[in-house]
């Protein structure tokens, strides 16, 4: 099984804990509590009040630098995506990817909808199947949020022999796969969100 | 060529020189409705206020027919009946804002503004003069500040000051400023929420989940704290700066005005001044419905009975706004209703029975109703003041960034950049390119908000990235960082990755005040108070000095004969030197007289206390003295 290698993201250094892929519920304890244990470490609030200024820029910069990394860290979403991203950077053999795909019954249930609106824009019916489909996004981005969280439980990166200090990797078909779900998940978002913004549906 | 950092609009900060601190840091809860001041001695906070007052002092100002400060608190709300248009109240909700970010509310505010040159932030007009919001607030302010050095009996210098959590930038920077105009040095601006957590978790650690719901005067916060071993972090606020026991006031006065006959002769009241009357009676009704379930308010001969139902139904939609307020802070902290173990009522409006009603079904639990509402907020900022000058025994406030920051992108939608509630200090990074060979500037604008559209956010600063050298598209990859420190300020750093130069500059917004302004009122105030001060020591001189001209007088048709004839030319010299100063108006001039009359007159004064002694003597059986 092939192997992409690549550098942990500079928000896992930030925050100083190891890489992860995916939190499980002990280990999202366990990230809060670092992230309390670290600031009572680094707040300038509880240097010494003579402290010099530098001290206190340096305290002051890598609390920033940590509370920006476990925002993006703690989130399912942007923890992939960071880390998709490091991947096809140094990996640019990956390239862009497919275009994401909807289920086949997905789109055509769009496309009419689409259709609909053009001709009877503001009928009842119409509308009643913009809130169907609405939900019926929600349901399909649901349902590939917790298959990309599954995944990403799965993944168990390794350091290999002679890699690079701060570098791991994970196994090719893997990202691959893990890539493909997401870009579609994201794809869903876009359209309910688009959907959202032009027509009001209620949430 | 080195990139330079160039701001539309605002000024690099300038540091100001900060005053030797003196005394215990103040905590000051700078309320729409109601302010406060606290200290910590001995490790316990406390409330300062004259014996014979209120702890409360409300936040309303009257002004002089001439434009002058008249009164400040309860003074000040005695007036508000017969001359409306001179008291100032609820001014908290004019701070940093201009009459385009008041239009939805301008109807319920019943002064005159204007917005001043820069169309920042309003002024209020009375009469022929202009006041802005936050000289007003400094006025208060300095009441606080004098009302605490009476009671500690020193001078203090240094406060924090606390701000509903949902006060922007411009707002909190207005309310900083009118600390420095009343002469503090303003050590941290705090959210209202926090700081009641605060003052909640010091003396009796329960660590856990908290909610805090504040509902004030004029404002709504609710803020999400964990509490564990010395440390408070805050996990999201939410709230809504329009949001308060006010606007319950306002649709119970309506609500009244619909029951007056249109031939009572109140209809014949100018709008403004049926407002203010309407508004008190629908306070006090407010109040009674508190205790009742109905309230008389009588009006001039005529009487409306209000139910507690009634007055219900009119706030509930008010306060369902409070509701969906939390529930988005509850999202933001990532949690379920059920994992808060505690909700805390923090605010006066918290007493109305409904909010208790609302906010126990909607946490499924009774709310903590133990701390007395008013005063927490002020409490926990004392506590704060503690914290920072290094008396905090290792406790730790972790806050986060109230709203969101963002950059506004090509067609004015916004990029988020800091997201709310991100814990403080935070920062974040952009890369720019240029787009053309020609292109040599970046013009950047920060918006704060959660709008999606740049024009809905607020402005908080534009700047231009200049001084790029002509590269093909695509070459120049400046890095700007954007972080906002423990104290909040933003800072924007941009530095050219290819040649690693840095430039750096502190963002201020422009919230109407500009710092050469600041300065300059700073001046006027001070000036003032001298004079002030120099006023007041005068006529109290003069008072001392029109006693000792009665006494001496007495003193000298009872003993002048018996001293030599020099001394007591020379004593009723002096005493003419003494009138003649005390009907001048030199302090100087009234002090020498005073004193010289007092030395030459010790012979005088000796004698007859000699005498009143022999005297009462005589008077008495000697055995008893």
């Known amino acids: 099984m092939s192997l992409l290698s690549f550098k942990i993201p500079q928000a896992y250094l930030d925050l100083g804990m190891p890489f992860f892929l995916a939190l499980s519920p002990e280990s999202e304890e366990a990230l809060k509590r ?117 995944l990403s439980q799965a993944a168990a990166c390794k350091s290999p022999e002679g890699m690079e200090p701060a570098h791991t990797s994970l196994p090719l078909a893997y990202v691959v796969k893990l890539r493909d779900l997401r870009d579609r998940q994201r794809y869903l978002v876009r359209l309910r969100s688009d959907l959202e913004s032009k027509f009001q549906v209620s949430r | 060529m080195a990139i330079q950092i160039e701001l539309g609009g605002t000024s690099p900060q300038k540091k100001a020189q900060t005053p030797a601190p003196q005394g215990s840091v103040l905590g000051i809860d700078l309320g729409t409705t109601n302010s406060l001041v606290s200290v910590v001695r001995d490790g316990k906070a406390s409330v ?71 169309g920042a932030q309003v002024r209020i007009r009375v009469g022929e003069t202009r006041i802005s919001p936050v000289e007003v607030s400094a006025e208060i302010l300095k009441t606080l500040k004098t009302r605490a050095e009476k009671v500690l009996g020193e001078p203090s210098n240094r406060a924090v000051i606390t701000v509903p959590a949902y006060f922007d930038d411009a707002q909190r920077s207005a309310t900083k400023a009118a600390g420095r105009l009343a002469g503090l040095q303003v050590l941290r601006v705090i959210n209202e929420p926090t700081a009641a957590a605060l003052a909640y978790g010091w003396s009796n650690e329960r660590p856990g989940t ?31 700066t329009h949001l308060g026991g006010d606007d319950l006031d306002r649709h119970l006065a309506g609500w009244i005005l619909s029951k007056v006959p249109e031939t009572h002769p109140l209809r014949k009241l100018g709008s403004s001044q049926l407002q203010a009357h309407l508004l008190v009676v629908a306070e006090k009704a407010k109040k009674e419905l508190s205790a009742l379930d109905h309230a008389v308010v009588h009006l001039e001969g005529f009487e409306v009975r209000v139910t507690r139902a009634e007055a219900e139904s009119l706030w509930r939609p008010t306060l369902e706004r409070a509701l969906e307020c939390c529930r988005s802070a509850i999202r933001d902290a990532r949690l379920e209703v059920s994992q808060v173990n505690d909700v805390l009522l923090v605010g006066g409006s918290t007493r109305v029975p409904l909010v208790k009603k609302l906010v126990a079904e909607f946490f499924g639990r009774t709310p903590n109703d133990t701390l007395n509402p008013d005063e927490v907020v002020s409490l926990g900022a004392a506590l704060q003041g503690e914290i920072l000058s290094g008396r905090g025994e290792d406790r730790l406030l972790m806050d986060v960034v109230p709203l969101s920051l963002g950059l506004e992108t090509m067609g004015g939608a916004v990029t988020k950049l800091i997201h709310r509630n991100s814990g403080l200090p935070t920062e974040a990074r952009e890369v720019f390119t240029n787009h053309s060979p020609e292109q040599n500037a970046f013009d950047l604008h920060i918006v704060q908000g959660e709008r999606e559209l740049a024009k809905d956010g607020r402005s908080l600063a534009r700047f231009r990235l200049r001084g790029l050298a002509a590269a093909p598209a695509g070459f120049h990859r400046i890095e700007v960082l954007f972080r906002i420190d423990s104290n909040g300020i933003l800072n924007v750093r941009a530095k050219d990755l290819r040649s690693g130069i840095q430039q750096e500059i502190e963002v201020r917004p422009s919230f109407g005040i500009t710092d050469e302004e600041l300065m300059s009122m700073l001046e006027v105030a001070f000036e003032k108070a001298e004079e002030d001060m120099a006023q007041r020591q005068l006529v109290d001189l003069k008072v001392e000095a029109s006693t000792v001209i009665r006494a001496a007088e007495n003193v000298f048709k009872i003993s002048g004969h018996k001293v030599e004839a020099t001394t007591a030319a020379e004593f009723k010299a002096r005493l003419v030197d003494l009138k003649n100063a005390s009907h001048a108006n030199s302090w100087k001039q009234l002090r020498d007289a005073l004193d010289a009359l007092e030395e030459c007159g010790h012979e005088l004064a000796e004698l007859q206390v000699n005498e009143a002694i022999s005297q009462a003597l005589k008077d008495k059986d000697p055995a008893k003295v």
């Open chain 1, 34 to 150: 670092h992230l309390v244990r670290e600031t009572r470490r680094l707040h300038p609030d509880l240097l010494a009040l003579d402290a010099s200024d530098e001290a206190r820029e340096e305290h002051e910069s890598r609390l920033a630098a940590l509370n920006a990394a476990y925002l993006k860290l703690r989130d399912e979403d942007s923890r992939l995506d960071l880390v998709l991203e490091q991947i096809v950077a140094d990996n640019p053999e990956l390239g862009s990817g497919e275009k994401p795909q909807i289920p086949a019954a997905l789109a055509l249930e769009y496309f009419e909808l689409q259709e609909s609106l053009e001709e009877n824009p503001g009928d009842a019916a119409t509308l009643a199947a913009l809130e169907s489909f609405h939900s019926s996004l929600r349901i399909e981005t649901e349902k590939l949020r917790r298959e990309v969280s599954e």
């Open chain 2, 48 to 118: 300062l206020f004259p014996s014979h007052e209120r702890p409360l002092l409300p936040s309303v100002v009257s002004m002089s027919s001439r434009g002058e400060i008249q009164n400040v608190g309860d003074a000040a709300v005695l007036e508000r009946a017969s001359r409306p248009e001179h008291v100032l109240f609820s001014v908290k909700r004019l701070m940093g804002r201009s009459l385009k970010d008041l239009q939805a509310e301008i109807h319920e505010i019943p002064y005159a503004l204007e917005d001043d040159e820069l």
């Open chain 2, 210 to 240: 908290v909610a805090i719901f504040d509902l004030g005067g004029g404002t709504f916060d609710i803020s999400v704290l964990r509490i564990e071993e010395n440390t408070y972090q805050v996990l999201s606020t939410a709230g809504d």
